[in-house]
């Protein structure tokens, strides 16, 4: 069963940095673009970042310079290098993946469980 799992949160100061990562596992034949989304409760999920295959990159406007969305292949996971952080990039931040299961017949998306971000001072 393919599953993402997160890591990297939790609570940081004003300007400071934190890296995020997110893994797939399970039976995977392969996976097309990833990204990263984040939650405020009470608001509707926005893309924060997103990555293709071929490493093609696109950012949200209020993380342009700040972020930067990377991806190993070889080990399944994309991360989240964010710096300058600021109290309005607190949220739940939630993994998304295009994957093709091993024995299927196509692309699905796939979420992880949310990893909390905490930006105070």
């Known amino acids: 069963q393919v599953q993402l799992v997160e890591s990297g949160g939790g609570l940081v100061q004003p300007g400071g940095s934190l890296r995020l990562s997110c893994a797939a596992s399970?039976?995977?034949?392969?996976?097309?673009?990833m990204g990263w989304y984040r939650q405020v409760a009470g608001k509707q999920r926005e893309l924060v970042a997103r990555i293709t295959s071929g490493g093609s990159t696109n950012y949200a406007d209020s993380v342009k310079d700040r972020f930067t969305i990377s991806r190993d292949n070889a080990k399944n996971t994309v991360y989240l290098q964010m710096n300058s952080l600021k109290p309005e990039d607190t949220a739940v931040y939630y993994c998304k993946a295009g994957i093709w299961p091993s024995g299927y017949y196509a692309y699905r998306d796939y979420w992880g469980q949310g990893t909390q971000v905490t930006v105070s001072s």
């Open positions: 399970g039976s995977i034949f392969s996976i097309n673009a």
